[in-house]
């Protein structure tokens, strides 16, 4: 019982549909006994006016027998009153008293004691009937009938339905409990194991996840809980093999400029000017790696420092191409453009030039001497897009997904770099409210789209 209610929700939610099945009894029982109530109220209260009737009855017939009333002849009709354990007053037509049941010398305490063997009750509130004979009223009669008493197998029947509204309720309550009791431990066992596995993410454990997924909002919230736990454990391995591979890169040259200044200070080389370049170009490779990670860095604000204006992507594109047309020509690869058409958009110049040229130098870096780099642009409706095709080895299968990943970096790649370019591009056409896709098969080639939002021509 104690790990059934772990929690407070848990206790309370049990405890709530216990509440729920002995409430509904209590009020059905109140309801039941309301409802018995009224209708023995009722039941009473006829019992009393035909009592009221059939003395009214008894004295009109009195009346017709003489065509009078006649006392000596009233007083006969005591026994019968008292029978009833009526108290009776009968007045003429003009209000005067003709004749009472104490006019006939009957004992008030005998008739109370009569009333109290019967079991007919207290005397109730005085009525004024009318004594009719043919239709005319010929006397009033002021009756007081006993209120009654429920009979023995009605008061019965209503101690019977109240024992079994009690029995009722509790056993409502025990049921309802033990299915609170499921209930809560079905609603709470996936939210206490999100929260254990969220714990352990917390403290640096990856390797867990959620597995009671049920068909409902919870188990929305554990599926998108193990979707990030996999993000999380994902970008922490990209993390280290970012690292590593920034650790490498670094070290290369810092290994290069150290050796290269030891032997300028110990004498073994000399400060020549091919000694200076070489030291510098390693100087350079450096500049390039932290570049590279502040370019990262600022990707990911882009979308909150974005300056966008309405512009030409058509002569952005060709302008940044064209800048970049003397590297691929020193590459030997051939860079086709083709843009028939103007295509507008709202962005950051700025940042979309970025996009561009991350991926024209990124084919660099693929594409073999020979090769070529086709780009082109076209509107799609309510979309720019833009190609970047080329004639490289393609990207192996398993590579494919992880292109746009932030730390990712392809083993294949032929030049420098931290192999960050794809990703920025990615995280700059997020934040246009575009998208990047490639499509690739090994030994033939690649070609990266890129869609943005185009504006009306």
């Not at 003395?55 to 017939?61: G, K, N, P, V």
């Not at 010929?138 to 197998?153: C, E, F, S």
């Not at 188990?219 to 391995?237: C, H, I, S, W």
């Not at 004639?391 to 932030?406: C, H, K, N, Q, Y």
């Amino acid at each position: 019982m104690r790990d059934l209610l772990k929690g407070r929700f848990a206790r309370r939610l049990a405890l709530a549909f216990a509440l729920l099945g002995v409430g509904a009894a209590a009020l059905t029982a109140v309801l039941v006994n309301v409802a018995f109530g009224a209708r023995f109220d009722d039941y009473l209260a006829e019992q009393q006016q035909v009592r009221r009737q059939q003395l009214a009855a008894l004295f009109a017939a009195e009346y017709q027998r003489d065509d009078a009333w006649n006392p000596a002849s009233l007083d006969e009709l005591a026994p019968t009153v008292t029978m009833t354990g009526s108290q009776v007053e009968l007045r003429g037509e003009g209000g005067q008293k003709i004749w009472s049941l104490a006019d006939a010398s009957v004992d008030p305490a005998m008739l109370a004691m009569h009333r109290t063997m019967i079991g007919t009750g207290e005397l109730g509130p005085p009525r004024a009937l009318p004594v009719m004979v043919d239709g005319q009223q010929v006397g009033t009669l002021d009756v007081r009938v006993p209120q009654g008493q429920i009979p023995a197998v009605d008061q019965n029947f209503r101690s019977d339905v109240n024992r079994v509204l009690v029995v009722g309720g509790l056993t409502a309550g025990a049921i309802a409990l033990a299915f609170g009791l499921y209930t809560a431990r079905r609603a709470t066992a996936p939210i206490a194991e999100l929260t254990s596995v969220a714990g352990n993410l917390a403290t640096g454990q990856r390797d867990r996840r959620v597995t009671t997924i049920p068909d409902n909002e919870i188990g929305q919230l554990a599926t998108t809980f193990n979707t990030m736990a996999d993000r999380v454990k994902k970008e922490d391995e990209l993390r280290r093999l970012f690292a590593s591979d920034i650790a490498h890169e670094l070290r290369t040259p810092l290994a290069i400029l150290r050796s290269e200044l030891e032997a300028v200070q110990d004498g073994i080389r000399e400060a020549t000017p091919q000694v200076i370049t070489s030291l510098h170009d390693e100087t350079l490779r450096l500049g390039r790696l932290i570049t590279d990670l502040e370019t990262l860095a600022s990707a990911d604000a882009a979308a909150f420092t974005l300056k966008r204006e309405p512009l030409s992507l058509t002569a952005l594109v060709r302008d940044t191409a064209a800048h970049l047309a003397d590297r691929f020509a020193g590459a030997g690869i051939t860079l086709r453009i083709d843009l028939p058409t103007e295509v507008r958009v709202d962005g950051d110049a700025e940042r979309l030039r970025q996009i561009v040229t991350n991926q024209l130098t990124n084919a660099l870096k693929f594409v073999p001497a020979g090769g070529t780099v086709i780009l082109t642009l076209r509107q799609d409706r309510d979309w720019a897009e833009l190609r970047v095709i080329d004639t490289g080895p393609g990207i192996p299968a398993e590579e494919l997904p992880r292109v746009f990943d932030r730390f990712f970096r392809s083993r294949a790649a032929r030049a420098d770099g931290s192999g960050i370019g794809l990703a920025v591009a990615a995280e700059l056409a997020t934040a246009h409210g575009g998208t990047i896709t490639a499509d690739s098969s090994p030994g033939h080639g690649t070609t990266f789209t890129t869609r943005l939002p185009a504006l009306d021509r």
